[in-house]
């Protein structure tokens, strides 16, 4: 039996295992995923929070995830220290399991090389140390961001993503060496990105690209441990004022395109010691809000500065993001970017309550849907092993030359032969591989965007040969053939 057969074997009986313990999840009417919110309301609260974390158990919430910024110029302080221990036991008093979402900032310090990743280690290996009822930790947080982690590109190189593997990986170990135990739940990751090294302003690193490179780096440094026991995702939506169900283009990333994420994270790294949700890595979705209107509401300074929703749409999208990851078995945790909103409207408005305290829909909206539990469990996620969405190839004559148009859903790269005689799919797959077959053409194929690529048709019968190589994973091929009379 080939290593490619037992493969096969081996994933679809991890399919079926999957499938049935979500059914049988899903009978029982038990959640997959645990709902919390991440919001330093708590920690900066006069009691520590105590009042603030009841009423977070109180709507049935699990957990709460605290900011705690490490500073490269003064490396071994924890400047909140105080007010971590107080809010700390507080969550813990409520019956909160205590997040801390951990990264190095700001991201000048990173990019003069101040912050180095064997000081940040130390440091969160102090930390732990200093909090050992703290089980989990978000290393990392929106570096595929300017505003996190800079620089993102070096003489148009990505680069950011190596860098942050370097941290990602020291922060994993000094960890695991305080408790094995520990939950590591890596990267946090950005949804949109532009890949423009030259932009003037705003230059970052889209979802899909970053993971990739990510993975390369990952490949390239030999590592024979993970970097992350989970995967930390901010599934925030292009406009407040999209639905649920409309996610990003390729290769940005939002709730509705998580496949996509889970495909990413299997071609960076499927095959290393770094599991993936083909073999259990879990998606911890730590950051996620719709921002509403708060015009004319108490408690709330300055003006709004994107395009906002109304309080019933937030809390129907909130309702069937609840219950759509309940369905997911990939996904671990979901945390509302705010429990309670930001009063200067230049922040953060996405919470379930607002800025005075007062529960917007939202708030029993997440309550029902977290008691509903899981209602449509969707098939068991596989990676696509071929470019996603590649359609088949049409072809036209005119005026002696053949016009082949190509289309697929994601990045990718395309050659075209045109093969004197009869070729099967083996035969074409065969020529196409080799550098030295003549009579092709190449492009590069944007998702969505129809390809034309021109070849003279030359005389008798032929076969023309199409191979798209996915641009995130290059194992990943669809060859498909158009015999000619």
Avoid at 191 to 196: C, E, V
Avoid at 388 to 415: D, F, N
Wanted: charged share 20%.
């Amino acid at each position: 039996m080939t290593g490619v057969g037992f493969d096969v074997i081996r994933r679809r009986l991890v399919g079926a295992a999957a499938a049935a313990a979500l059914a049988l999840a899903c009978a029982s009417g038990s959640v997959a995923a645990d709902f919390g919110a991440n919001d330093d309301t708590g920690k900066y609260a006069g009691d520590g929070g105590a009042g603030f974390y009841t009423s977070m158990a109180a709507l049935g919430l699990k957990q709460t995830v605290v900011t705690v910024r490490w500073a490269p110029s003064d490396p071994v302080a924890l400047i909140e220290r105080s007010l971590l221990d107080v809010t700390v036991p507080a969550a813990t008093l409520a019956g909160l399991k205590v997040v801390f979402a951990t990264y190095p900032y700001p991201p000048r310090d990173i990019e003069s090389g101040v912050a180095r990743p064997r000081a940040f280690a130390d440091w969160l290996a102090a930390l732990a140390k200093d909090y050992p009822t703290v089980r989990q930790f978000v290393v990392g947080n929106e570096p595929n961001q300017p505003a996190f982690f800079r620089p993102q590109f070096r003489k148009g190189k990505q680069v950011s993503a190596a860098r942050f593997g370097a941290f990602l990986a020291a922060g994993y170990d000094a960890l695991k060496s305080v408790d094995p135990a520990i939950m590591v739940v890596g990267v946090g990751l950005s949804p949109r990105g532009n890949d423009r090294p030259l932009a003037k302003s705003n230059i970052s690193t889209s979802p899909v690209r970053f993971l990739a490179a990510l993975g390369r780096w990952y490949r390239r440094s030999g590592r024979t441990e993970p970097l992350m026991d989970g995967f930390s995702f901010h599934p925030y939506p292009n406009r407040a004022t999209d639905p649920l169900t409309r996610g990003y283009p390729w290769p940005g990333a939002g709730f509705a395109n998580l496949a996509r994420i889970k495909q990413s994270l299997w071609d960076a790294f499927a095959g290393t010691p770094q599991p993936t949700t083909v073999d259990g890595l879990k998606l911890y979705l730590d950051e996620v809000g719709w921002q509403v209107d708060t015009e004319g509401l108490p408690g709330y300074t300055g003006f709004e500065n994107v395009a906002v929703t109304d309080e019933e749409t937030q809390a129907n999208v909130y309702r069937e993001l609840v219950m759509q990851a309940q369905c997911d078995p990939d996904i671990a945790e979901v945390n509302v970017f705010g429990y309670f909103d930001d009063p200067l409207r230049t922040g953060f408005q996405a919470a379930l309550h607002r800025a005075d305290g007062a529960p917007r829909p939202a708030a029993d909206a997440v309550k029902q849907a977290i008691l509903q539990g899981c209602y449509v469990p969707p098939g068991a996620w596989q990676p696509t092993r071929g470019v996603v969405g590649a359609s088949k190839p049409t072809i036209t004559e005119v005026a002696g030359k053949l016009l082949v148009t190509i289309t697929a859903k994601e990045g990718a790269t395309a050659r075209v032969c045109l093969l004197t005689g009869s070729h099967d799919t083996a035969s074409v797959t065969r020529l196409l591989a080799s550098p030295s077959t003549a009579g092709c053409v190449r492009a590069v194929v944007s998702p969505h965007v129809p390809t034309v690529l021109t070849i003279a048709r030359g005389i008798g019968s032929a076969t023309v040969g199409v191979r798209l190589t996915a641009e995130a994973n290059p194992g990943r091929r669809t060859v498909a053939t158009h015999p000619l009379p």
